[in-house]
């Protein structure tokens, strides 16, 4: 495997978190999902609103922060390579505006020739 080349004009992008926070998600409801029904098996006869809410309470908040990690994970990617892009984009059009500038001056000394 080789290195990948650094991002041109100084851009740094962010080390990509994205996938361990979905598998942080993933993992968490899939634990919150086996506590909850594993309470309904050990205690059958008794009521558990008040710990199955309890175990929720703590899973939803958590779960929020972690998508919301991610959704800001992917902004900050995407965010990244439109500055990025843009930045080729200056610097194409300017080259193209040279290389248009040199040409008109070519043509015109040819046609005083």
């Given at each position: 495997?080789?290195?990948?080349?650094?991002?041109p004009?100084?851009?740094?992008?962010?080390?990509?978190?994205?996938?361990?926070?979905?598998?942080?998600?993933?993992?968490?409801?899939?634990?919150?999902?086996?506590?909850?029904?594993?309470?309904?098996?050990?205690r059958?006869?008794?009521?558990?609103?008040?710990?199955?809410?309890?175990?929720?309470?703590?899973?939803?908040?958590?779960?929020?922060?972690?998508?919301?990690?991610?959704?800001?994970?992917?902004?900050?990617?995407?965010?990244?390579?439109?500055?990025?892009?843009?930045?080729?984009?200056?610097?194409?059009?300017?080259?193209?505006?040279?290389?248009?500038?040199e040409?008109?001056?070519?043509?015109?000394?040819?046609?005083?020739?």
């Amino acid at each position: 495997m080789t290195a990948a080349p650094d991002p041109p004009y100084g851009v740094q992008l962010q080390p990509n978190y994205t996938n361990l926070f979905v598998g942080a998600v993933v993992v968490l409801s899939l634990l919150a999902v086996g506590a909850v029904v594993t309470i309904f098996l050990v205690r059958p006869d008794k009521d558990s609103t008040s710990l199955i809410a309890t175990i929720l309470g703590f899973v939803v908040p958590v779960v929020t922060g972690f998508i919301a990690a991610a959704v800001q994970q992917v902004h900050s990617s995407v965010n990244g390579r439109l500055t990025q892009l843009l930045k080729l984009t200056a610097k194409s059009s300017l080259a193209e505006g040279k290389a248009e500038a040199e040409g008109k001056a070519k043509a015109s000394e040819t046609s005083k020739l």
